[in-house]
């Protein structure tokens, strides 16, 4: 599996009901094309949020979003470095 990050910036701080409504919506999408999120960081203003999902390629993060009707800036793949 690959690992891939999602960007998103939002116009207005991102509250907790629309993220919420936003996962809802974006879940049963990733699921129906094999993607899994994984974590996400939402800047202390709330207007930008990095995601990392885990799916077979990039198309398959950008089509559950498309899918669900959830806007976003870039995706890509990425290698993860850890401390060990």
């Known amino acids: 599996m690959t690992h891939l990050i999602v960007e998103h910036t ?3 701080p991102l509250t ?3 993220h919420d409504r936003v996962a809802k919506r974006l879940d049963p999408c990733l ?3 094999g993607a ?3 974590r ?3 800047s202390q ?3 930008r949020m990095v ?3 885990e799916a077979a390629d990039a198309e398959a993060v ?3 979003h498309r899918s669900a009707g959830v806007s976003f800036d870039r995706v890509w793949a990425t290698d993860v470095y850890t401390l060990t």
């Open 10 to 12: 939002y116009p207005s």
């Open 16 to 18: 907790d009901a629309e």
């Open 31 to 33: 699921e129906q094309h």
């Open 36 to 38: 899994r999120w994984l």
């Open 40 to 42: 996400s960081y939402l």
């Open 45 to 47: 203003d709330r207007l």
């Open 51 to 53: 995601c990392e999902f």
């Open 62 to 64: 950008r089509s559950s």
